[in-house]
C-alpha cells in the first residue's frame, strides 16, 4: 500500500485554466492539501510549468498558482494532470 504526505479527499468540482491561450475546463479529482490531479484531455503544459487554476467560490474564481507534477496518458492520449499548490504555507 502506497502511504503518501498528505491525506487524499475524493472531489468533484470543475476548474479552470488557460492552456495554449485557449480557455479550458477540467474536473479537479483527488484534492489534498499540497495539490490536486485535473481530468482534462488538454495539456500543452511541460512538467514543473508554472500556470494559474480558476476556481469557483462564491459566484466568483479564486486564483491559485500551481505548477504541474505530472501527467497522465490512458489509451495513448492525455487524460489529465497532477498539479501541485505553489507557495502553500506549511505550520510546524
Do not use: H, W
Not at 37 to 60: A, D, H, Q, R
Request: net charge negative; glycine share 10%; charged share 25%.
Amino acid at each position: 500500500m502506497e502511504k503518501r504526505a498528505f491525506e487524499r479527499i475524493s472531489s468533484d468540482f470543475t476548474v479552470k485554466f488557460y492552456c495554449c491561450d485557449e480557455g479550458c475546463d477540467g474536473e479537479a479529482k483527488d484534492l489534498s492539501e499540497n495539490g490536486m490531479f485535473i481530468k482534462t484531455g488538454e495539456n500543452c503544459f511541460p512538467v514543473n510549468y508554472p500556470f494559474e487554476i480558476l476556481v469557483p467560490s462564491n459566484g466568483k474564481f479564486l486564483k491559485i498558482p500551481v505548477m504541474i507534477s505530472r501527467g497522465e496518458i490512458q489509451s495513448g492520449s492525455m487524460s489529465g494532470i497532477g498539479i501541485s499548490f505553489m507557495n502553500a504555507r506549511k505550520d510546524n
